[in-house]
T-cell receptor
Framework: DTGVSQDPRHKITKRGQNVTFRCDPISEHNRLYWYRQTLGQGPEFLTYFQNEAQLEKSRLLSDRFSAERPKGSFSTLEIQRTEQGDSAMYLC??????????????FGPGTRLLVL | AQSVTQLDSQVPVFEEAPVELRCNYSSSVSVYLFWYVQYPNQGLQLLLKYLSGSTLVKGINGFEAEFNKSQTSFHLRKPSVHISDTAEYFCAVRGNYGGSQGNLIFGKGTKLSVKP
């Protein structure tokens, strides 16, 4: 168990550019989540996958955001035409579905995005 | 809709003193409750969780929390803190919809600062 990994850890980009982040969950975890955390706030849910199916999307996830989990393993989060308001920490978590939904979500270290 | 309120944004405390970090939630369904800790430049780590059963939950690093349904609270306590407990603590809730829905809803966090 090597934990959830995210790449890159830091990203600086100019407004209008596209960025893509990668998340590698704990192996065999079938659920994968993306959250966004801004300064002084707790993480806010963006989207969630069960295997390769994207089951939920938050209203925070505008049309400029897209997430994929093509083979039910790693996931990517792409932001197109970045805006300064996209500056945040993007967190990925994974879990193994079980019971009534109280399973633990394990978080990665996050990708910190700064849009200039 | 569910929400989480962490009543204190910052809690300063001296080493070896007891501490309580407060968390209240609102939900129209039964819930699962979680406390996560975030050390500087690290991802979130689960401290403890309440799913059902005993209302007193013990977690890692000597922390415990008590679920109080009538007061809709899930306060985190530690009888004697260490310098190494300095971190940000997040309370989170997840609705018990029968295991299908996934995301956690977090509070804004409480920064615990332990002074020597």
């Amino acid at each position: 168990d090597t934990g959830v990994s995210q790449d890159p850890r830091h990203k600086i980009t100019k407004r209008g550019q596209n960025v893509t982040f990668r998340c590698d969950p704990i192996s065999e975890h079938n659920r994968l989540y993306w959250y966004r955390q801004t300064l002084g706030q707790g993480p806010e849910f963006l989207t969630y996958f069960q295997n390769e199916a994207q089951l939920e999307k938050s209203r925070l996830l505008s049309d400029r955001f897209s997430a994929e989990r093509p083979k039910g393993s790693f996931s990517t989060l792409e932001i197109q035409r970045t805006e300064q308001g996209d500056s945040a920490m993007y967190l990925c978590a994974s879990s193994l579905q079980g019971g009534q939904g109280g399973e633990t979500q394990y978080f990665g270290p996050g990708t910190r995005l700064l849009v200039l | 809709a569910q929400s989480v309120t962490q009543l204190d944004s910052q809690v300063p405390v001296f080493e070896e003193a007891p501490v309580e970090l407060r968390c209240n939630y609102s939900s129209s369904v039964s819930v699962y409750l979680f406390w996560y800790v975030q050390y500087p430049n690290q991802g979130l780590q689960l401290l403890l969780k309440y799913l059902s059963g005993s209302t007193l939950v013990k977690g890692i690093n000597g922390f415990e929390a008590e679920f109080n349904k009538s007061q809709t609270s899930f306060h985190l306590r530690k009888p004697s803190v260490h310098i190494s407990d300095t971190a940000e603590y997040f309370c989170a809730v997840r609705g018990n919809y029968g295991g299908s829905q996934g995301n956690l809803i977090f509070g804004k966090g409480t920064k615990l600062s332990v002074k020597p």
